[in-house]
């Protein structure tokens, strides 16, 4: 029975944090974007910006006269997704959650491999372009989304993929810790080179998604007299990640976890430099780069 214990563990937690995370909704507003500037046709990649908090991003980004490449599984939705954004124009995060265990077509568990890895991956893929399109006082940035859950996240390195003992939950808080431990990596790689990107994480609070669809039925039952109350609009939360990809005072500032537009002290594990370069190494190892 001892195997069972890592499931049940990341099981409270995860729920542990989300309760917290909703005490906190219940009893503050709210971020409201300020007035952001004009990005006068910077390029902006979000990926599941056809979705969700991915569109509100996209839709937003768009507005602010940014050039938006749309990123995501369905090219139709990604499609109908451009279609809608210039309708609305004119007229004045890609990520799973909670799923059973799946691999991706590489074999990796789901939840590491699509939250995690495929972003781990593009972005090493886009760095050489970031660091070129960026210079002093106007760097490049690069905005990741983890989420509260990373606070129960566990990270195995010698299990990554969930082989020895599945548990959805643990698999999911653990990719929102991996992003953290990278994006905390990269920010000090690119810092030690002097390169001219920006790296800042953000988490958008609980918010009314699709994501939930795959909550056990008494769950989902227990979600919905709480979510209209609680739980964020998407637009909502998308407005941190917003406010990171296009503030003027984060204008060369990385490093950060930022929670309802505000910086946040993430878990003492994710500060762990010791884990973050065996992630990263490990990381390197599974995508092939060298």
């Known amino acids: ?6 499931c049940i ?27 952001l500037p004009k990005q006068n046709g910077k390029v902006a990649i979000v990926t599941g910006g056809a979705r969700g908090m991915g569109y509100e991003i996209s839709r937003h980004l768009a507005s602010l006269d940014m050039h938006v490449v749309i990123a995501g599984n369905e090219e139709h939705e990604g499609l109908a997704a451009v279609k809608k954004i210039r309708e609305e124009l004119n007229q004045g995060k890609a990520g799973i959650m909670l799923v059973p265990e799946r691999r991706t077509e590489d074999g990796f568990e789901l939840h590491f491999g699509l939250n995690y890895l495929g972003h781990f991956l593009l972005t090493n893929l886009l760095l050489d372009v970031l660091k070129k399109s960026g210079k002093p006082g106007k760097c490049s940035r690069i905005v990741i989304m983890s989420s509260a859950t990373h606070y ?4 195995t390195l010698d299990d990554l993929q969930g082989r020895m003992c599945y548990s959805a939950h643990g698999a999911y808080a653990q990719s929102k810790l991996a992003l953290l431990l990278f994006s905390y990596h990269l920010q000090d ?61 984060l204008k060369g500032i990385g490093g950060l976890y930022l929670y309802n537009g505000r910086k946040t002290e993430s878990s003492a594990l994710s500060y762990d430099q010791q884990l973050q370069t065996k992630l990263w190494k490990e ?8």
């Open 1 to 6: 029975m001892w195997w069972l214990l890592p």
């Open 9 to 35: 563990l990341g099981f409270v937690r995860l729920y542990l944090d989300g309760v917290k995370v909703l005490l906190y909704q219940l009893f503050n507003r709210s971020f409201i974007l300020p007035d």
């Open 152 to 155: 129960g996240g566990r990270l």
């Open 189 to 249: 790689q690119l810092w030690v080179r002097g390169d001219p990107v920006t790296v800042n994480a953000v988490d958008p609070g609980m918010v009314d998604t699709a994501l939930y669809d795959n909550l056990s039925s008494p769950a989902q039952l227990a979600k919905k007299p709480f979510a209209k109350l609680l739980f964020r609009t998407p637009a909502e939360g998308a407005s941190t990640a917003i406010y990171a990809a296009a503030a003027s005072e």
């Open 283 to 290: 990381s390197c190892a599974l995508v092939g780069l060298q």
